[in-house]
C-alpha cells in the first residue's frame, strides 16, 4: 500500500482508533450505561460453556495445596522471600484482595479477582503484591482453569497461614475471575492516590457513601496515622470505621489486625521518593506488567521499599504465636522514623525489648516495630479491653481470628450453596445468611389450586406484582446477599422499610399466609410470594390478551428471625428503586442514575431494565401506589404503553419541582394533562441509548415481544439467588 495514506504516518489523526474526545469527556454527567454491559462474553476467553464449579471440583485440591504450600519456602532470586517465607507477603495479598469489600453496597471483595487490573493492580496500598501475584503464576499455570485467580489468592493466603502454624477455619471455593476491571465500583473521585481528606465529612467524622478506606489507593486507614498524623486514638476512629463498613465488629477487627501482624514485615528500607519507579499501570512496557522498581541497594530483602514502615512485628515473623499483644502490651512505645521517613513506633530502651531478625540474614538483628494503626490497638479504650483479654485467653483470640479471616474471605461469596471443596466448614454462619432447606415438592395441581386461591383472595395485580418485586430485589450481584429465597420480607427490617410500603404490605403477607394456612399441602411463604406474583403477571398478560405461563421454580425456604441479622440485613434498604418510582426524600442524586445502580445490582441488562420498568410502570408498582409513569389508561393490563406513551411527541413535558425531580405531561394541543413522571421514567425518552430500546417496544410489532421479554427479565428476578437450579 502507499505509505503515504497512513494516517498515523501523515500526522493527520493524532489519536489511534478509540481515542480522542469522548462522549463521557463532554458530557461528564451522562448515564453510566456501561455498568449495565460489563463483562461482555466478547472479554470472557473461556466461552459461554465454560463451568467454573465442575473446573474446580476436578481439581487435585490436596496437590494443589501442598504446591502453594511448597512454593512459601521456595525463594526466587527475582523476589528473596524475607525470612525464608513468603508467608506474611501472601496474607496481605489475600486480605487486600478481601479487603476491599464494602458492606454498603456489597461491592469490592475477594470474589472476582480484581487485583490483576487497574486500579487495584497499582493502588499504593497494593504496593508490590505484582510480585505475590508472580509468584503464584507457576501454580495457577499448572492447575490452568481449574483454579481462579480469585480463589488462588485467598487459597495461598490461607496455605500461609497453615504453613506458618495457624489452624484455619476453612476454604471454599467458587470465585469465578473477571476479565476487565469493574466500572461499578465507586472507588472514589479523588484525581490523586493518597491525597487530602476530600471524603471525610469534617463535622461528624464519617466517610463518604459506601466508602471503605479513608484515601484514594488505600485499602483501609493510612498506617501512619488519620492524614500522616500519628495519634493512635485518632487513627482507632478510622478503624472503626473502616473495619466496620466492611461488616466488622470491634473484636473481630482486633483480631484481624494482630492476627495479621503476627506475621511477615513492614519495608521501608530508603525514600521511596528516591528510589521507587511507576506502579504497573504506569510502568513501562518491558517491566511487563509490574511496578514499582526500587534502584535502592539490592532493591529486596532488607533494601525492599513498600509503604515505607520499617521493621517486624513480632521476634518470630514466620511463626504463629501469641507475641503479638505480648509485645504490644508489655512494652513502652516511642514515635520514631523509619529510614523512609516515615512515622512509626519502637519500643523505648527501658522496655528492654526483643528483636527481630533482619529479612535476608537470620543472624542478624533489628528493632521491632509497630504502626500507628498498631498502636490504637492499645490506646483506644475499647480496643485495649479486647486486645487484653485476648492477650490472656490464646484459644479466644485463635478462634476469633480464625472465624474472623474466614469471615473476611469469604464474606462476599453468597449463600453457602455456592461453596466448593473438601474444605467448607459444616457450621452455618449468621454472615452467610442462612435459609432452611424445604421439604415439599408442590405438584402441577397443587400449583394450580394455590393460584386460584391467590385470584380468589381479592389481592389486585399491583399488590400480587409488588410484593414479590419488594421480596426478590434485594437482591445484589456484588456479594450475592438478598433475593426472595428465605421470604425476608416477612421478617424486620425489610417488613418496615419504607420502599415496601409497610402498612400495604401487611395486608397482602396477611393474605397470604391466611391462602398459606388453608392450603392442603404445604408451601413456604417464600415460595407462595413468588407464585403469587407470577400470578399476577399472568393474570396482566390475560388482560391484555396474551395467554402466558410464566416458569416458576420453587424450593424457596423461609428463614427465621434468628437466621436474620438485623443490622446486616440493614445495609440490604434500597434507598431507592426507580423500579418502583422510589427514592428516599434526603437524597439529592438523580433518580435514574440510581435506577440502574440498582439494575447494576440486580445483574441486568440495558434491555432487561428498561422491559422491567416498563412493566412494573402499567402494572401499578409503584412503592406508593402513585400514578408517575403509568402511562396507560388499563392499569393491571401488561401492555407496551409506557412505552409507546414516552415515545409520544404529543405530550410536552414540563417539571413541577424545582430540583427537575417531578414532571407533568400534558396534551401538547389542548394543554389537558395527561400523566405525570419521575426523572426515572422521563430518561427512557431522554437518554438516546434507552430510547432506542424503547422504540423496540413501543413500536407497533413491539407488543409481543414486550411480553415476553417482561417474563423473561421477571422470572430472571425472581430466581436471581437461586444458585440451586443452576
Ligand atoms: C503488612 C498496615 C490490617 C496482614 C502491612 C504493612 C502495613 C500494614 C503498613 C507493611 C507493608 C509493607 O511495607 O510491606 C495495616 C493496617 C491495617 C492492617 C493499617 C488495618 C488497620 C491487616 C490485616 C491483616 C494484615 C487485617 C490480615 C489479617 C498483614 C501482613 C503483613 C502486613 C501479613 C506483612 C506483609 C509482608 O510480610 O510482606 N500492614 N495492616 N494487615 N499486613 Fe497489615
Redesign the pocket.
Known amino acids: 500500500g502507499d505509505i503515504g495514506q497512513c494516517p498515523f504516518m501523515s500526522g493527520a489523526q493524532k489519536e489511534p482508533a478509540g481515542g480522542g474526545t469522548s462522549n463521557r469527556d463532554w458530557w461528564p454527567n451522562e448515564l453510566k450505561l456501561n455498568i449495565l454491559r460489563q463483562n461482555a462474553t466478547k472479554s470472557n476467553p473461556m466461552g459461554e460453556d465454560f463451568n467454573y464449579a465442575e473446573a474446580f471440583n476436578s481439581v487435585d485440591y490436596a496437590t494443589l495445596k501442598q504446591d502453594v504450600i511448597d512454593l512459601m519456602t521456595d525463594s526466587q532470586d527475582w523476589w528473596p522471600a524475607?525470612y525464608g517465607h513468603y508467608g506474611?507477603?501472601m496474607?496481605?495479598m489475600a486480605?487486600h484482595s478481601a479487603?476491599t469489600y464494602r458492606v454498603g453496597d456489597g461491592r469490592g471483595g475477594a470474589a472476582t479477582g480484581n487485583q490483576r487490573f487497574a486500579p487495584l493492580n497499582s493502588w499504593p496500598d497494593n504496593?508490590?503484591l505484582d510480585k505475590a501475584r508472580l509468584l503464584l503464576w507457576p501454580v495457577k499455570k499448572k492447575y490452568g482453569n481449574k483454579i481462579s485467580w480469585a480463589d488462588l489468592m485467598i487459597l495461598a493466603g490461607n496455605c500461609a497461614l497453615e504453613s506458618m502454624g495457624f489452624k484455619t477455619f476453612g476454604f471454599a471455593g467458587g470465585r469465578e475471575d473477571v476479565w476487565e476491571p469493574e466500572q461499578d465500583i465507586y472507588w472514589g473521585s479523588e484525581n490523586q492516590w493518597l491525597g487530602n481528606d476530600e471524603r471525610y465529612d469534617t463535622s461528624d467524622g464519617d466517610l463518604e457513601g459506601h466508602l471503605g478506606a479513608v484515601h484514594m489507593g488505600l485499602i483501609?486507614?493510612n498506617?501512619e496515622g488519620p492524614n500522616g498524623n500519628p495519634d493512635p486514638l485518632k487513627s482507632a476512629h478510622d478503624?472503626k470505621i473502616t473495619f466496620g463498613r466492611m461488616a466488622m465488629n470491634d473484636e473481630e477487627t482486633v483480631a484481624?489486625?494482630a492476627?495479621?501482624?503476627t506475621?511477615?514485615?513492614?519495608?521501608?528500607a530508603a525514600n521511596p521518593d528516591e528510589y521507587v519507579g511507576a506502579e504497573p499501570h504506569g510502568a513501562s512496557i518491558e517491566e511487563m506488567s509490574t511496578g514499582w522498581k526500587n534502584t535502592f541497594g539490592t532493591g529486596v530483602l532488607d533494601d525492599a521499599i513498600?509503604?515505607?514502615?520499617e521493621g517486624a512485628w513480632t521476634p518470630n515473623?514466620t511463626r504463629w504465636d501469641h507475641d503479638y499483644f505480648d509485645v504490644l502490651l508489655n512494652y513502652d512505645w516511642e514515635l520514631t522514623k523509619s529510614p523512609a521517613g516515615a512515622h512509626q513506633w519502637t519500643p523505648t530502651a527501658a522496655s528492654n525489648a526483643r528483636m527481630a531478625p533482619k529479612a535476608g540474614d537470620a543472624n542478624a538483628k533489628q528493632a521491632l516495630m509497630m504502626?500507628t494503626?498498631d498502636m490504637a490497638l492499645k490506646v483506644d479504650p475499647t480496643y485495649l479491653e479486647i486486645s487484653k483479654r485476648f492477650h490472656n485467653d490464646h484459644k479466644a483470640f485463635e478462634d476469633a481470628f480464625a472465624r474472623a479471616?474466614y469471615k473476611?474471605t469469604h464474606r462476599d461469596m453468597g449463600p453457602i450453596d455456592r461453596y466448593l471443596g473438601p474444605e467448607v466448614p459444616q457450621e452455618e454462619l449468621i454472615w452467610q445468611d442462612p435459609i432452611p432447606k424445604v421439604d415439599y415438592t408442590l405438584s402441577d395441581l397443587d400449583i394450580s389450586s394455590l393460584k386460584k386461591m391467590i385470584l380468589a383472595s381479592g389481592l389486585s395485580v399491583s399488590q400480587l406484582v409488588s410484593t414479590a418485586w419488594a421480596s426478590a430485589s434485594t437482591y445484589r450481584g456484588s456479594d450475592k446477599r438478598g433475593g426472595a429465597n428465605g421470604g425476608r420480607i416477612r421478617l424486620e427490617p425489610q417488613r418496615s422499610w419504607e420502599v415496601n410500603n409497610p402498612a400495604e404490605l401487611d395486608n397482602v403477607l396477611k393474605t397470604l399466609e391466611s391462602i398459606q394456612n388453608e392450603f392442603s399441602g404445604t408451601v413456604s411463604m417464600a415460595d407462595l410470594i413468588v407464585l403469587a406474583g407470577n400470578t399476577g403477571v399472568e393474570e396482566a398478560a390475560k388482560n391484555a390478551g396474551h395467554n402466558i405461563s410464566v416458569p416458576f421454580s420453587q424450593g424457596r425456604g423461609d428463614a427465621t428471625k434468628e437466621q436474620t441479622d438485623l443490622e446486616s440485613f440493614g445495609y440490604l434498604e434500597p434507598l431507592a428503586d426507580g423500579f418502583r418510582n422510589y427514592m428516599n426524600s434526603k437524597l439529592n442524586v438523580a433518580a435514574e442514575d440510581l435506577l440502574v445502580d440498582r439494575a447494576n445490582l440486580l445483574t441486568l441488562s440495558i434491555p432487561e431494565m428498561t422491559v422491567l420498568v416498563g412493566g412494573l410502570r402499567v402494572l401499578g408498582a409503584n412503592y406508593d401506589g402513585s400514578k408517575h409513569g403509568v402511562f396507560t389508561d388499563n392499569v393491571g393490563s401488561l401492555t407496551n404503553d409506557f412505552f409507546t406513551n414516552v415515545l409520544d411527541f404529543s405530550i410536552t413535558w414540563k417539571a413541577t419541582t424545582s430540583e427537575d425531580k417531578e414532571f407533568i405531561g400534558r396534551d401538547r394541543r389542548t394543554n389537558a394533562m395527561k400523566f405525570s413522571g419521575t426523572r426515572a421514567d422521563l430518561i427512557f425518552g431522554s437518554n438516546t441509548e434507552l430510547r432506542a430500546v424503547a422504540e423496540v417496544y413501543g413500536a407497533n410489532d413491539g407488543q409481543d415481544k414486550f411480553v415476553n421479554d417482561f417474563v423473561a427479565a421477571w422470572t430472571k428476578v425472581m430466581n436471581l439467588d437461586r444458585f440451586d437450579l443452576e
Open positions: 524475607d506474611g507477603f496474607i496481605r486480605w479487603g504496593g508490590n483501609y486507614v498506617p478503624i484481624l489486625v492476627g495479621g501482624h506475621f511477615g514485615k513492614a519495608h521501608g513498600t509503604s515505607g514502615i515473623p504502626t494503626a479471616w473476611l
